[in-house]
């Protein structure tokens, strides 16, 4: 099961993430999701867990829990949605005009 969490504080690392989760089961993956250029926390990641029903527990028990200073926010992950808006091609993704 896949899990946002949102709400961290700026010092929380992939391993505080994980170590907080463990507790309700095994962690595929703990992520904090970073900035691309500056390389600080955005203030929320992605945990995986083995089993939904781990993954339930984790939500009911640290949803609103303090790590490091921040009231955690925990739900199920949406999955990520296509973009299919997006215009490929010239400046701005605009047509060109013709006169």
């Known amino acids: 099961m896949n899990l946002y969490v949102g709400n961290l504080s700026k010092d929380v690392s992939d391993d505080d993430l994980r170590q907080a989760f ?18 600080e926390s955005r203030g929320f990641g992605f945990v995986e867990m083995d089993k939904k029903a781990e993954g339930v527990e984790a939500i009911s028990g640290l949803n609103g829990q303090d ?7 925990v739900s199920e992950a949406r999955p990520k949605k296509k973009n299919n808006n997006r215009r490929g ?10 006169y």
């Open 89 to 98: 091609g010239g400046p701005g993704g605009r047509q060109r005009r013709r």
């Open 67 to 73: 790590v490091k200073g921040r009231g955690l926010v």
């Open 22 to 39: 463990e507790v309700y089961g095994p962690v595929k993956s703990a992520t904090v999701i970073k900035d691309r250029y500056s390389g």
